[in-house]
């Protein structure tokens, strides 16, 4: 893989528009090409990936391309997640989940340098191919995949289709890693997203086929039960999800914790679903907000500046209807 170097700078205004709920909503950057993985760099500023390859910066008003992967594209494939070193002030790595040829990698790069893979092999398809990065707290680095259109491959261990990967920098498997392989957890359709409480326990979404699309608490080892189960079913043997969405309301993507309180973007369901959740680790009711007012939402985050941090995804080619300056990067309270 080559990177090929070049710089874009944007001005951006920030608008403040309506929020259904009455609070403000100020749209960071607008103009984007599919953005999807975002994180945050030690001094605040964000980073941003768009599906066709380009890494943005965005600080303050100002957006710029501070990098480019070359990938293939697809209806869901590309340059997708996105997460920053816990040690970025000394490494300078950041690390991108992205489609090959061939593959799905991971790959670790420093801004204006050349990717290199550190996880290959992650099966590729057109769909179905997960894209989440993050680190967590215990500092190892995480990601989800999909099944990319072949179930089985959820319940093969030696695969990486269908699983939450859990890995170190270098991308070998973490100490204490449920199968001394990478896979953490397994039985997974397609999870677009993941976070941790402040309890340091891990929830994902997870896409659905044609029925229910699920909010699990992930926990080493489990068996989320795809392709033989698709919401709750009866066999103990699966882990059950907490909540369980009609896929016409949810199709979730990105997961973020803010104020004890999971956020999911919808796809398909165009909107933000806010999931209480309980002492126990347990979830509350959902409830929606920004339903149909956005369009399709692809990632949420809660940013360093103490807001949430949303994408939409309206030009990604499934589904969506374009708004003026789609696609953007909103900031909200909630």
Same mark, same amino acid.
Not at 100 to 125: F, H, M, Q
Not at 129 to 145: E, K, M, N, Q, W
Not at 201 to 211: D, I, K, N, T, V
Not at 304 to 321: A, E, H, M, Y
């Given at each position: ?9 944007? $001005? ?6 309506? =929020? ?6 100020? /749209? ?14 030690? *001094? +605040?500023?964000?980073?941003? /990936?768009?599906?066709? &390859? ?20 697809? #209806? ?13 002030? $000394? !490494? ?5 989940? %992205? ?28 769909? =179905? ?14 990601? #989800? ?13 030696? #695969? ?7 890995? $170190?920098? *270098? ?13 953490? #957890? ?5 999870? =677009? ?9 891990? %929830? ?19 068996? %989320? &039960? ?10 103990? +043997?699966? $882990?059950?999800?907490?909540? /369980?969405?009609?896929? !016409? ?8 914790? %803010? ?14 679903? +806010? ?29 360093? *500046? ?5 994408? /939409? ?22």
């Amino acid at each position: 893989m080559k990177l090929r170097w070049c710089w874009a700078m944007i $001005t951006v205004l920030l608008v403040v528009t309506a =929020q259904p709920a009455g609070a403000a909503v100020t /749209t960071v950057a607008k103009k984007l090409e599919v953005p999807w993985g975002m994180a945050f760099l030690p *001094d +605040k500023t964000a980073l941003v /990936t768009e599906r066709t &390859g380009r890494i943005l910066s965005i600080k303050g008003t100002t957006v710029k391309e501070v990098g480019k992967v070359a990938v293939e594209t697809g #209806s869901e494939s590309g340059l997708l997640g996105l997460a920053v070193s816990p040690t970025y002030a $000394t !490494d300078k790595y950041i690390y991108v989940y %992205y489609s090959g040829s061939e593959d799905n990698r991971i790959g670790r790069l420093k801004l204006g340098g050349t990717v290199e893979p550190i996880v290959t092999g992650i099966p590729l398809a057109s769909v =179905q191919i997960g894209g989440r990065l993050a680190f967590g707290p215990d500092g190892f680095l995480y990601a #989800s995949t999909g099944d990319a259109t072949n179930g089985d491959s959820a319940q093969d261990l030696n #695969s990486l289709g269908g699983k939450i990967l859990r890995m $170190t920098a *270098d991308g070998k498997p973490a100490p204490g890693n449920p199968f001394n392989s990478l896979v953490y #957890s397994y039985g997974h359709r397609n999870v =677009q997203g993941f976070a941790w409480d402040a309890q340091k326990r891990m %929830y994902a979404s997870e896409l659905g086929q044609q029925e229910f699309d699920e909010l699990n608490r992930i926990e080493a080892g489990k068996n %989320y &039960g795809w392709p033989e189960c698709e919401g709750t079913c009866g066999n103990p +043997k699966y $882990t059950k999800p907490l909540v /369980t969405w009609a896929v !016409d309301q949810a199709s979730p993507s990105g997961v973020a914790i %803010y104020k004890n309180t999971v956020y999911v973007a919808a796809l398909r369901g165009e909107r933000l679903w +806010k999931v209480p959740l309980k002492a126990d680790g347990t979830a509350g009711k959902p409830a929606a907000t920004f339903k149909g007012t956005y369009g399709r939402l692809r990632t949420v985050v809660a940013a360093p *500046d103490g807001k949430l941090w949303v994408t /939409t995804t309206n030009r990604d080619g499934n589904g969506g209807t374009p708004r003026k300056d789609d696609d953007r990067v909103l900031r909200t309270d909630g």
